[in-house]
């Protein structure tokens, strides 16, 4: 099974460069979402989506765009990569999102910007 | 704004020992969830505490939430070397839904 899946698994970027992050499912989860994790500040919501069509702002959402156009997928775009979004990023999802909750995650995606 | 609050945030303990990570949250919530992350790799569901009361045990680890008090606990029974990670709790930001906000985490060493 594959679960969550998450391209690239380590990216450096400089200052300014626009990215995307991929991530997709393949266990028909309504509910997908964006976490960038920083040491000592556990993990943060950027963006989330309820369904194909449906997204989001959750946190920290600034500098950062996300679409969903279909249910398996559901990319992270930088626009203008700053050196404050040297992080890591996940992907998690859930089956229903007004059931139970539990996340399943992705294995991360470690990103730099010098 | 919910806040999810964590102690200690680092342990270091023997093998063999007992010990408990605390979770406080300050918003009204029937739910918490307990996350375990190795270095360097993605996040794995622990336990899932949906009501008041409730108590789950897998292996050497018990979870436990109160949620008059806003209080989760992950109690740690004999420590092996094998439980060495970061814990996480997280709560919905809302009453029910996947939006979760989680804790600092507890980075957990346990020695020889």
């Known amino acids: 099974n594959a679960g969550v899946t998450q391209t690239p698994k380590f990216q450096v970027l400089k200052t300014g460069q626009s990215m995307t992050l991929q991530c997709a499912q393949d266990m028909n989860h309504e509910y997908m979402s964006w976490y960038r994790q920083d040491p000592g500040m556990g993990l943060r919501l950027i963006h989330y989506?309820?369904?194909?069509?449906?997204?989001d702002q959750g946190e920290v959402p600034n500098g950062y765009n996300v679409s969903r156009s279909t249910t398996e997928d559901f990319p992270l775009r930088l626009l203008s990569a700053a050196p404050s979004q040297t992080s890591v990023y996940f992907c998690?999802?859930?089956?229903?999102?007004?059931?139970?909750?539990?996340?399943?995650f992705g294995e991360g995606s470690r990103l730099t910007v010098l | 704004e919910l806040k999810v609050e964590q102690n200690p945030l680092f342990l270091s303990m023997q093998e063999g020992k007992n010990y408990t990570i605390y979770c406080d949250y300050s918003t009204t919530s029937d739910r918490l969830y307990w996350y375990r992350q190795d270095p360097g790799k993605s996040l794995e569901s622990l336990f899932v505490l949906l009501s008041n009361g409730a108590v789950k045990q897998e292996g050497r680890l018990m979870a436990s939430l109160d949620t008059k008090a806003r209080l989760s606990t992950l109690h740690i029974t004999a420590a092996v070397h094998d439980l060495s990670a970061t814990y996480f709790c997280a709560v919905p930001f809302e009453t029910s839904g996947s939006r979760l906000t989680f804790g600092e985490g507890t980075q957990l060493t346990v020695n020889p």
């Open positions: 998690a999802s859930s089956y229903n999102p007004s059931g139970p909750g539990e996340l399943f």
């Open positions: 989506s309820v369904g194909a069509g449906i997204t």
